[in-house]
């Protein structure tokens, strides 16, 4: 990358300056960033609806929480070997592999119904087991390359603006985890019944893996691949281990219990709107002298409310990461924690507040607001991260970290699933808002800041 263009990137980070940045990247990194923005809206159409199409297909609250732990498996062991695959096959072939697989898992998601109940040698086969089939495949593409995606930015960025390019890359991407919900909830409302409707969701995921996948394979320049001989194992991740910054120890603590926390949860947030309050969204909107009727199902109208949640993240990133530069990192990367911590107790108990001076639809959309405020600390703590990395370590430090944090995660989603199922849903959403803020407060006394932002 040139001087010229990193040179534009520490000096504008806001929303529109990171569009206009990204049509001047160099080819193979706009290739790339195509197909993470294809693979992206695919996986956000879809992955929030699947609590609620495992339901429909008739399975229980405690099955949803294994779902959620699967999903946290695959992310705490997807990244190493997908590293290592990519060194051995080169980047052209690992990308085109992990589209397919990804595409492949939205096609099992897709054709799931359709399978019906199945018996092999006496043993019954639920429909909804596809749904775990197809998550190892489609979570694939998302789990790929993330350690190299933070080591770039590194060695682009001048240290003591590291948010703010987190902020740039972050707001790009996350346009797509706007869209997506949004554009799921639309298609949604096509048809009254859930499971048909999704599919019509699912189908569309489908093309844009073909399109990403396809795409990235004809696009992308692999002359310039390496392509290694051998992924050295286990001996390295213990290495990378004993070898981690000192000062990522607090954050990791505090990091780990936070997003514990929100683990448990945060597969039942569709359940919440759909089961446990069954909001939808009626209003009629007057215009050029005519009245419209909106009328969503709470199923539809989850999907906005991950829109509106995603709006707030896309306006608050890029100021947030500006204010990290006076004020540091620590405090930013604080009051994204607190709200991660706060929103289950909030989701889960606020309307009853709200709705005394609200309705019930107008009070969920504030709280889905408030949810959005909990990424303006996430380039905070990206740089917070990556920053203590020495030259050149950038990716394996991140890979590290988030192999120790996802890993102690996979439990916490079926722990939420057994108290939302035989205990309450309730009780398990102020669990989790505890561990949330024994986390924030953990890393609010022993987190150390990043020196660049002192």
Same mark, same amino acid.
């Given at each position: 990358?040139?001087?010229?263009?990193? *040179?534009?990137?520490?000096? %504008?980070?806001?929303? +529109?300056? *990171?569009?206009?940045?990204?049509?001047?990247?160099?080819?193979?990194?706009? @290739?790339?960033?195509?197909?993470?923005?294809?693979?992206?809206?695919?996986?956000?159409?879809?992955?929030?609806?699947?609590?609620?199409?495992?339901?429909?297909?008739?399975?229980?609250?405690?099955?949803?929480?294994?779902?959620?732990?699967?999903?946290?498996?695959? =992310?705490?062991?997807?990244?190493?070997?997908?590293?290592?695959?990519?060194?051995?096959?080169?980047?052209?072939?690992?990308?085109?592999?992990?589209?397919?697989?990804?595409?492949?898992?939205?096609?099992?998601? +897709?054709?799931?119904?359709?399978?019906?109940?199945?018996?092999?040698?006496?043993?019954?086969?639920?429909?909804?087991?596809?749904?775990? @089939?197809?998550?190892? $495949?489609?979570?694939?593409?998302?789990?790929?390359?993330?350690?190299?995606?933070?080591?770039?930015?590194?060695?682009?960025?001048?240290? =003591?603006?590291?948010?703010?390019?987190?902020?740039?890359?972050?707001?790009?991407?996350?346009?797509?985890?706007?869209?997506?919900?949004? $554009?799921?909830?639309?298609?949604?409302?096509?048809?009254?019944?859930?499971?048909?409707?999704?599919?019509?969701?699912?189908?569309?995921?489908?093309?844009?893996?073909?399109?990403?996948?396809?795409?990235?394979?004809?696009?992308?320049?692999?002359?310039?691949?390496?392509?290694?001989?051998?992924?050295?194992?286990?001996?390295?991740?213990?290495?990378?281990?004993?070898? /981690?910054?000192?000062?990522?120890?607090?954050?990791?603590?505090?990091?780990? +219990?936070?997003?514990?926390?929100?683990? /448990?949860?945060?597969?039942?947030?569709?359940?919440?709107?759909?089961?446990?309050?069954?909001?939808?969204?009626?209003?009629?909107?007057?215009?050029?002298?005519?009245?419209?009727?909106?009328?969503?199902?709470?199923?539809?109208?989850?999907?906005?409310?991950?829109?509106?949640?995603?709006?707030?993240?896309?306006?608050?990133?890029?100021?947030?990461?500006?204010?990290?530069?006076?004020?540091?990192?620590?405090?930013? @990367?604080?009051?994204?924690?607190?709200?991660?911590?706060?929103?289950?107790?909030?989701?889960?108990?606020?309307? %009853?507040?709200?709705?005394?001076? /609200?309705?019930?639809?107008?009070? /969920?959309?504030?709280?889905?607001?408030?949810?959005?405020?909990?990424?303006?600390?996430?380039?905070?703590?990206?740089? +917070?991260?990556?920053?203590?990395?020495?030259?050149?370590?950038?990716?394996?430090? *991140?890979? *590290?970290?988030?192999?120790?944090?996802?890993?102690?995660?996979?439990?916490?989603?079926? $722990?939420?699933?057994?108290?939302?199922?035989?205990?309450?849903?309730?009780?398990?959403?102020?669990?989790?808002?505890?561990?949330?803020?024994?986390?924030?407060?953990?890393? $609010?006394?022993?987190?150390?800041?990043?020196?660049?932002? @002192?």
């Amino acid at each position: 990358m040139s001087q010229e263009q990193v *040179t534009v990137e520490t000096d %504008e980070s806001g929303p +529109l300056d *990171t569009f206009r940045q990204f049509f001047a990247l160099e080819r193979d990194v706009l @290739v790339l960033s195509l197909a993470m923005f294809a693979f992206s809206l695919g996986f956000q159409m879809t992955s929030r609806f699947i609590p609620e199409y495992i339901v429909a297909l008739g399975a229980s609250g405690f099955v949803v929480g294994l779902f959620g732990t699967v999903s946290n498996i695959v =992310s705490a062991v997807f990244p190493y070997p997908g590293g290592a695959l990519s060194d051995r096959l080169g980047s052209r072939y690992a990308l085109t592999l992990f589209g397919l697989i990804s595409t492949l898992g939205f096609g099992v998601w +897709l054709i799931a119904p359709h399978l019906g109940v199945i018996t092999v040698a006496g043993v019954t086969i639920p429909p909804w087991i596809w749904i775990f @089939v197809g998550l190892l $495949l489609a979570q694939g593409w998302k789990s790929f390359g993330l350690g190299a995606t933070f080591a770039v930015v590194k060695q682009a960025i001048d240290p =003591s603006q590291l948010a703010a390019g987190f902020a740039s890359t972050e707001t790009f991407r996350r346009t797509a985890f706007l869209i997506g919900p949004v $554009l799921a909830a639309v298609l949604i409302s096509f048809h009254p019944d859930f499971t048909v409707s999704f599919q019509y969701v699912l189908a569309v995921a489908v093309v844009f893996g073909i399109i990403g996948t396809v795409a990235q394979h004809i696009l992308y320049d692999a002359s310039e691949d390496s392509i290694g001989d051998s992924f050295e194992g286990l001996a390295q991740i213990r290495a990378d281990l004993r070898e /981690m910054p000192s000062a990522l120890r607090p954050l990791l603590v505090g990091d780990t +219990l936070v997003r514990f926390a929100n683990g /448990m949860v945060y597969v039942f947030f569709v359940l919440v709107i759909t089961r446990f309050y069954q909001v939808g969204f009626e209003t009629t909107v007057s215009l050029a002298g005519f009245s419209y009727a909106i009328d969503l199902s709470p199923e539809a109208f989850f999907g906005f409310l991950l829109g509106v949640e995603m709006l707030i993240a896309l306006i608050s990133m890029a100021p947030a990461a500006k204010v990290a530069e006076r004020v540091g990192l620590k405090p930013v @990367v604080a009051l994204g924690f607190a709200v991660y911590a706060l929103f289950p107790i909030v989701l889960i108990g606020g309307p %009853e507040v709200l709705r005394a001076v /609200m309705p019930l639809q107008w009070a /969920m959309i504030l709280i889905f607001a408030f949810s959005g405020l909990r990424f303006a600390g996430l380039p905070s703590h990206k740089a +917070l991260i990556v920053g203590p990395a020495e030259a050149g370590a950038g990716g394996r430090v *991140t890979g *590290t970290y988030y192999l120790l944090r996802n890993t102690v995660v996979i439990p916490s989603a079926a $722990l939420g699933g057994y108290l939302w199922e035989f205990v309450n849903p309730e009780i398990a959403f102020t669990i989790a808002a505890v561990i949330g803020v024994i986390g924030t407060g953990y890393f $609010l006394a022993f987190g150390e800041e990043f020196e660049a932002y @002192v």
